[in-house]
């Protein structure tokens, strides 16, 4: 069984068990949540696509922990005026486990 789920703008495909980097989600480590927004759903002999999403569905899922990503460097540089700037950026992530998909 898996199911399409959307969260932090992104689609996942996930089936019970799987362990994901998502977009930040409110909550603390060990903290069980439901994601709402489940766009497909199969489970080996048929499936249920939603318009836009599927009513009734739900996946479970724990979060694991709170995180950030590798650090990305942005450089700006015009030649010939000694314009050099440097920005980086951590996004954050957090770490969660599919516990159930309920169709």
């Not at 994901?20 to 696509?49: T, Y």
Request: no cysteine; glycine share 10%; charged share 30%.
């Amino acid at each position: 069984m898996f199911a399409v789920i959307r969260t932090g703008g992104k689609q996942y495909t996930v089936s019970e068990g799987d362990i994901l980097r998502v977009e930040n989600l409110e909550g603390e480590a060990g903290k069980v949540i439901s994601v709402g927004e489940v766009l497909m759903v199969h489970d080996g002999s048929s499936h249920k696509v939603g318009s836009p999403t599927v009513k009734g569905a739900t996946v479970e899922v724990e979060i694991l922990a709170q995180d950030r990503e590798k650090k990305i460097l942005i450089f700006k540089k015009k030649r010939r005026h000694t314009y050099r700037r440097t920005k980086g950026h951590r996004q954050e992530v957090t770490v969660i486990k599919v516990k159930k998909i309920a169709a």
